[in-house]
């Protein structure tokens, strides 16, 4: 038996957990925080837009870059699952019928997350290989 | 890098975590709390996250609420809305977290917590002590501590709202008092001096004895003229008075009216 068999790469569920807690902890309490200061002279949307794009894309970066290996779905998973925590909040679930419409929304803003914070750590993975071969040359 | 292609060997080893304890732990810890306060807290602070239940970390700001509402609804001449019987056992709820659950459970954790210390016991960050003891400061320091200075400052306003509607209502009796001592000056004016009267002027005219002093004021006639008086009243109540002219000059044929109205004091 082949023992360097190519198979599927497993999705590292600690980092997602980790990459989730990460979105909690450096996105939405700072958000909290600090959103009352970063609204100025901007529509109220446009800043949440920027800042959860911005969020998402930094935090996907980090983990992209500084875990061991490859991990791209990861941070995109644990960016979906976040999305759907902050939907939940601004009234989608809650005390509402859950629609097909109101599914098809969550998928969407899921599905943009996971690719927004994909991008993220992939770039984030380029950084680290960059940083190797850095190393590795010197 | 490819993800879908690389190699796995599992007769490697496993690999050490990349998380050290301490920092998955902290990392938790703050993620449950960060969404504690976006889920639990945050709502409360902003109204009514259950309905008619109400829960109001501060119930003090809901109780003058609803007494402003009363006024108003009072001044349109609607009937009173009673609070209900839910919002009411919400209220009391809420007193009792802030007040009494909130402290007890702050001083109890930090007894717990000091006993636990002495004994040399090393527990989990996540012990019952722990998260009483936070619970207790988040509520005590968010809800109990702030309602001494409001408990402070709501007494000194409230006082200080009394007071001046005291004063007030002392002044309006004394602007009355003169206005009656007015009707018997233009009666003196009006009488013809044969019976006692000054004949078309006020010359003559002393305030009547049972108008010279009441509960709230001494009245006093400063000048006398043809055509116009000057009064004085001293409040006995109050460090204050008020000084005023009947000014018949324009009115032959109406009541004098009262002008130059001078407060001192506390009137002013």
């Known amino acids: ?138 | 890098m490819n993800p879908e292609t690389e190699p796995v060997n599992d007769s490697a080893p496993r690999r050490a975590s990349e998380f050290s304890p301490s920092f998955l732990r902290w990392l938790i810890s703050l993620t449950c709390g960060t969404l504690v306060l976006f889920f639990v807290i945050d709502p409360l602070y902003r109204g009514r996250p259950f309905g008619e239940i109400g829960f109001s970390p501060y119930p003090w700001i809901v109780a003058g609420g609803q007494v402003i509402s009363f006024g108003l609804q009072e001044f349109s001449g609607r009937p009173l809305e009673v609070p209900t019987a839910t919002q009411r056992y919400s209220l009391l709820a809420s007193l009792l977290v802030g007040l009494v659950v909130g402290p007890t459970l702050f001083f109890f954790g930090w007894r717990m917590n000091r006993i636990e210390k002495e004994s040399g016991k090393k527990g989990s960050v996540f012990r019952a002590s722990n998260i009483a003891f936070l619970l207790g400061v988040l509520v005590t320091f968010t809800i109990a501590v702030p309602a001494i200075p409001a408990a402070i400052a709501q007494r000194m306003v409230s006082h200080s709202l009394r007071n001046a509607q005291a004063v007030q209502r002392s002044r309006d009796a004394i602007i009355n008092d003169l206005n009656w001592i007015r009707l018997f000056a233009e009666q003196h004016r009006a009488l013809p001096q044969e019976g006692g009267g000054g004949g078309g002027t006020y010359i003559g005219f002393q305030i009547p004895s049972q108008l010279e002093a009441n509960a709230e004021a001494t009245y006093e006639i400063v000048n006398v003229f043809d055509s116009t008086v000057v009064m004085k009243a001293s409040s006995k109540r109050y460090d204050a008075g008020v000084m005023v002219t009947i000014d018949g000059r324009f009115a032959r044929r109406f009541p004098a009216g009262l002008r130059d109205w001078t407060y001192t004091g506390q009137f002013q």
């Open chain 1, 1 to 138: 038996m082949d023992t360097t068999a190519v198979s599927k790469r497993r999705i590292d569920w600690a980092w997602v957990g980790v990459g989730y807690c990460f979105f909690v902890v450096f996105h939405l309490l700072p958000s909290y925080v600090l959103l009352e200061f970063v609204r100025q002279g901007m529509g109220e949307n446009v800043v949440r837009g920027m800042w959860l794009i911005a969020g998402l894309l930094v935090v996907g970066l980090y983990i992209g870059y500084r875990s061991r290996g490859t991990t791209i779905l990861e941070p995109a998973i644990s960016a979906m699952l976040y999305t759907i925590t902050l939907m939940s909040k601004s009234g989608e679930f809650l005390g509402r019928s859950i629609g097909g419409r109101r599914i098809s929304m969550m998928l969407v803003w899921g599905g943009v997350a996971f690719l927004i914070a994909m991008l993220g750590a992939w770039i984030g993975e380029m950084l680290q290989a960059q940083k190797e071969k850095r190393a590795k040359a010197s």
